[in-house]
C-alpha cells in the first residue's frame, strides 16, 4: 500500500494523483483521519499495556494480604487493556481498509485523463504497404494450419484456440528467442505457478477493482494468475533483499489466464484478446532511487525485441486514468496492426514503485542498517498476442508469410510460412 507517512507530510502529492487518475480525492482526507484516529487507539493501548506492566510489578512485590487486594485491580486493568487493543486493531483494519483504497501515486509527468489521454514518446519504422489486399491475422493463421479456433471453442469455449503445427513452432520460437534476450541482460529464468494465495494476489493489486478479471477457484481459495508476474512478485514476500551490487531480475514464463469481463464485441475475432496465453515476463526488484533507470531498461529490451521481428510500433506514456492501481508509471509499446489500420499493444512495462512491497513486505537494508521497501518494476518481453503483427506484417500475396531473420534459428532456419494443401487440388 502506499507510504503512511509520505500521506501524512504530504497529502497533497496523493490528491492529485488521484484527481489525474479519476479517483476519489476523498479517499486521502479519509485516510488521513483514519490514520489519526488508528494512532490514537494504538497510543491509548500502549499506554494503557506500560501502566499494567507496572502495576504488575507492584502487584508482584506486595506482601501477602495487600497483593490479594491488588489482584482484583489487576485482572480490571487487564480488561482494559483488552478492550484497549480491540479497539486499536479495528481502528487499523479500518484505516488498512480506506488507504487501499488510495492507488500508488503517479510519477511526475505522467499525463492526467483518461485512456485516450496518452502520450506518444516515439514510433519506429514505417507502417508497412501492400500491393494487394491483405489478409488479417486469423485467415493467415488457418491458410498456414497454424490457428483453429473452431476447435478452441468447441472443446474450451469462446475466446479458445489450438496454436497448431506451424504456429505451436512460432510461439515456442518466439518465447525462445526473447528467453535468450533475457538471458543476455542478466535475467534468471524461472517457470512459476500459475495458481497463487489471495494474499499474493492482492499485494500485486490484482484484486479490488480488478477483481473481475481474474479466475478464482472457491475450493481450494486459489486464484489463476493474469501474468507471472503474480507470482514473480510473491517469490521475495517476508524476506529482506541485499540489492546492494545490483538488481534482482527474473524472467517468468508461464501460461497466464484472464476473464476478460466487460470485453464483449471487443477484438473477438483471432487470437487478439483470449482467456488464455503464454508469457515471459520481466520483473525486477531494485533500489527506489533506481527504478526510473531500470523503467527505461526494459523498455529498451522490449523495443530491441520488436525491432529484431521488424515491426512497426509506438511507445505511449499511458494516462494515469489508464493505469492500475500499483503502477506509478507504464509505458506501453503498440505495434501496428495492418488489417486494423492502428496501433495495438503488444507489451507494457510498469514501474510499482514501493507499492508492490510495501504489501508483501519486501525490504532491503539501508546504510542506517534499518529495512526499507524495495521497488518492483514488470515488462512483457514476449506473449501470443505478438503472432497477430508478426503474421500480418510480414505476410505475401500468396498467404505466405517470411519469418523475420532474427527468429530464423529458433524455426531450423525456416525462411518462409507456406500455406498448406487446399485438400482436393491438384
Request: proline fraction near 4%; include cysteine.
Amino acid at each position: 500500500m502506499i507510504d503512511p507517512v509520505l500521506l501524512r507530510e504530504n497529502p497533497d502529492l496523493f490528491k492529485r494523483s488521484q484527481e489525474a487518475r479519476g479517483d476519489s480525492v476523498g479517499a486521502v482526507d479519509a485516510a488521513l483521519a483514519a490514520d489519526a484516529e488508528r494512532r490514537s487507539t494504538i497510543t491509548a493501548f500502549e499506554d494503557l499495556r506500560a501502566a499494567q506492566n507496572l502495576f504488575g510489578k507492584r502487584v508482584a512485590a506486595a506482601p501477602g494480604a495487600e497483593k490479594k487486594a491488588l489482584v482484583a485491580e489487576a485482572q480490571s486493568l487487564a480488561a482494559e487493556v483488552k478492550a484497549a487493543g480491540v479497539i486499536a486493531g479495528e481502528a487499523d483494519a479500518r484505516f488498512t481498509a480506506i488507504v487501499k483504497t488510495i492507488a500508488n501515486p503517479i510519477i511526475d509527468g505522467v499525463p492526467a485523463g483518461d485512456e485516450a489521454n496518452f502520450k506518444t514518446l516515439r514510433t519506429h519504422g514505417d507502417a508497412p504497404v501492400f500491393d494487394f489486399e491483405p489478409r488479417d491475422h486469423l485467415e493467415l493463421g488457418e491458410l498456414l494450419g497454424a490457428i483453429d479456433m473452431a476447435r478452441g471453442a468447441k472443446v474450451s469455449g469462446t475466446r479458445f484456440y489450438f496454436l497448431k503445427g506451424i504456429g505451436a513452432r512460432l510461439e515456442i520460437a518466439l518465447m525462445n528467442m526473447a528467453l535468450d534476450r533475457a538471458l543476455a541482460a542478466g535475467f534468471v529464468p524461472l517457470i512459476t505457478p500459475t495458481l497463487v494465495r489471495p494474499e499474493i494476489m492482492d499485494g500485486t493489486g490484482f484484486l479490488g477493482e480488478h477483481n473481475d478479471e481474474v479466475y478464482y477457484l472457491p475450493t481450494d481459495d486459489l486464484y489463476l494468475t493474469g501474468t507471472s508476474e503474480v507470482a514473480l512478485a510473491g517469490y521475495h514476500k517476508d524476506e529482506i533483499l541485499d540489492l546492494s551490487e545490483e538488481p534482482l531480475r527474473y524472467a517468468g514464463w508461464s501460461t497466464c489466464y484472464r476473464r476478460e469481463a466487460g470485453s464483449g464485441g471487443k477484438d473477438t475475432r483471432g487470437i487478439i484478446r483470449v482467456h488464455q496465453f503464454n508469457k515471459l515476463e520481466m520483473f525486477t526488484y531494485v533500489l527506489p532511487e533506481n527504478a526510473e533507470a531500470e523503467h527505461d531498461r526494459l523498455v529498451a529490451l522490449q523495443e530491441g525485441m520488436l525491432q529484431s521481428l521488424g515491426l512497426s510500433y509506438r511507445v505511449i506514456d499511458v494516462a494515469a486514468g489508464d493505469l492500475g492501481g500499483s503502477a506509478a508509471r507504464k509505458f506501453d509499446i503498440e505495434a501496428w496492426v495492418p488489417t486494423q489500420n492502428a496501433f495495438r499493444e503488444l507489451t507494457s512495462t510498469s514501474n510499482c514503485t514501493t507499492y508492490q512491497a510495501r504489501r508483501l513486505d519486501i525490504r532491503y537494508r539501508t546504510d542506517t542498517g534499518k529495512t526499507a521497501p524495495v521497488a518492483t518494476l514488470n515488462g512483457t518481453l514476449a506473449t501470443t498476442r505478438w503472432l497477430v503483427a508478426m503474421l500480418e506484417t510480414h505476410q505475401q500475396a500468396d498467404g505466405s508469410v517470411r519469418v523475420p531473420e532474427a527468429l530464423r534459428p529458433y524455426l531450423g532456419g525456416l525462411e518462409v510460412l507456406t500455406p498448406l494443401p487446399v485438400k482436393g487440388a491438384k
